[in-house]
């Protein structure tokens, strides 16, 4: 069974500080996707990474693929209380389309 | 372009009962994907169906069944549902047309209670 471990599980911070979320695998994945989720609502979709060491921003959000296509991170910079949120990353594997393995989350709390 | 829609967005219901949820796909999107989502297990995928066939299953006990119409539009049913049932069922639509990368679409959720 293909696993994606996200870490870390919870991240409290202050308006304006930076973080990092983490998503890892010991698999190959042929993609990786990102999405926010908040609370009473589905995950909305933010990015797909699909080439190895591919890097992707999004305003103050940016997003990398690891070289090998196991693991992948999102940084975010100054953050804002708007991106409150559940943090998902999913993986696809080739051939088996629709079926996304998704990690457990980072739920993100930026405070005023 | 509307979104993906389900519903009901919620539902109670007892120990031992059945349950259909309905899904419609964005318009022109042809796979439709079932996940159940809880806080111990996170999400986790329960059924593909693309073009009224099922193409992909999770590890969901038989209890768990799917179907889509020939209008793209899916629903699940539980049989004899279980306290542990009780869980946000996300529904998510794909264009999957060639060159897609598996993105997935989601819609609202029905939170489904077990009593």
């Known amino acids: 069974t293909q696993l994606l471990e996200q870490s870390p599980q919870f991240l409290s911070i202050q308006e304006g500080e930076n973080l990092t979320v983490y998503c890892n695998s010991s698999s190959v994945f042929s993609s990786l996707q990102w999405y926010r989720q908040e609370p009473g609502e589905g995950p909305v979709l933010l990015v797909t990474?699909?080439?190895?060491?591919e890097v992707k921003k999004l305003k103050r959000l940016t997003f990398q693929f690891g070289d090998a296509r196991k693991d992948s991170s999102l940084h975010i910079t100054a953050a804002q209380p708007g991106d409150t949120g559940l943090y998902l990353c999913a993986g696809a594997q080739g051939g088996s389309q629709g079926n996304l393995i998704f990690g457990k989350g980072t739920k993100l709390s930026v405070k005023p | 372009k509307a979104g993906v829609t389900q519903t009901p967005r919620y539902l109670i219901k007892t120990r031992g009962q059945q349950v259909t949820l309905s899904c419609s796909p964005i318009?022109?999107?042809?796979?439709v994907s079932w996940y159940q989502q809880t806080p111990g297990q996170g999400l986790q995928f329960l059924f593909e169906?693309?073009?009224?066939?099922?193409?992909n299953k999770g590890n969901f006990p038989g209890r768990f069944s799917g179907r889509q119409f020939s209008n793209s539009r899916s629903e699940m049913n539980v049989s004899t549902l279980e306290l542990g049932d009780s869980a946000l069922y996300l529904c998510?639509?794909?264009?999957?047309?060639?060159?897609?990368?598996?993105?997935?679409?989601f819609g609202p959720g029905t939170r489904l209670t077990v009593t």
């Open positions: 990474v699909v080439t190895g060491g």
């Open positions: 318009s022109g999107h042809r796979s």
């Open positions: 998510a639509s794909s264009p999957m047309g060639q060159g897609s990368s598996y993105e997935q679409y």
């Open positions: 169906y693309f073009s009224e066939t099922q193409r």
